[in-house]
Structure formats: structure tokens, C-alpha cells
Nanobody, 123 residues
């Protein structure tokens, strides 16, 4: 089992950058693929980015490709989401997720979830 705690959300202006962190408990962090998802008000939760267990494979949604970067630090058991050139449509609650296996873009494949962190981008 793994517990996930997100941090780093906040209120920023369009064009700004923000970095989210997700700290994972346990000593098996390297066995988990990690993902970031987001849910805007009144909408379903959507895939944002994912990274493989080894960190060598990364996936991004088309809406964030080129602006967001996912990475992980094994020494800190932490996965990051660097968000640049933020837009008002990036406003959402961002969730970190983990799955014991290969990285996936479907939220139903993830077993563990954090509580979410709010990101608000003003125009």
C-alpha cells in the first residue's frame, strides 16, 4: 500500500508557472507508475501526465504537451508536475495517482490516489 500527499497548488495568473509535488509513503516507490489527473468544476476527471516506474517513459495529454513536465525523484519518493505557461482552462483540482505496474493513461488503472490540490489560473 502507498499513501500519496500532493502539495504546491495555488492561485496564479495566466502565463505563470507552478510546480506540484506528490510525496509517496513506503519503500516500494520505484515499483509504482505514477500519474497526474485533474478535475475541473462540473467536469470529469481527466488524464494529465504519467511516468513509468523507471522514469524513462512519459505520457502527456494533448492539452498540456509542451507546457507540463512530469518527473520523479526516487531518493525523495516524490513525483513532480512542472506546469508552465498556465492557462485559465488549467484550473482544476490536481490528483496524484499510483499503480503497481506499467504506466497508464486511464484513471481506472490506478489503485492509489492523493487528496488533490487546487490550481486556479486567473486570466
Amino acid at each position: 500500500q502507498v499513501q500519496l500527499v500532493e502539495s504546491g497548488g495555488g492561485l496564479v495568473q495566466a502565463g505563470d508557472s507552478l510546480s506540484l509535488s506528490c510525496a509517496a509513503s513506503g519503500r516500494t516507490f520505484k515499483t509504482y507508475a505514477m500519474g497526474w489527473f485533474r478535475q475541473a468544476p462540473g467536469k470529469e476527471r481527466d488524464f494529465v501526465a504519467a511516468i513509468s516506474r523507471g522514469g524513462g517513459t512519459k505520457y502527456y495529454s494533448d492539452s498540456v504537451k509542451g507546457r507540463f513536465t512530469i518527473s520523479r525523484d526516487y531518493a525523495k519518493n516524490t513525483v513532480y508536475l512542472q506546469m508552465n505557461s498556465l492557462k485559465p482552462e488549467d484550473t482544476a483540482v490536481y490528483y496524484c495517482a499510483a499503480r503497481d505496474g506499467a504506466s497508464r493513461q486511464n484513471q481506472n488503472d490506478y489503485e492509489y490516489w492523493g487528496q488533490g490540490t487546487q490550481v486556479t489560473v486567473s486570466s
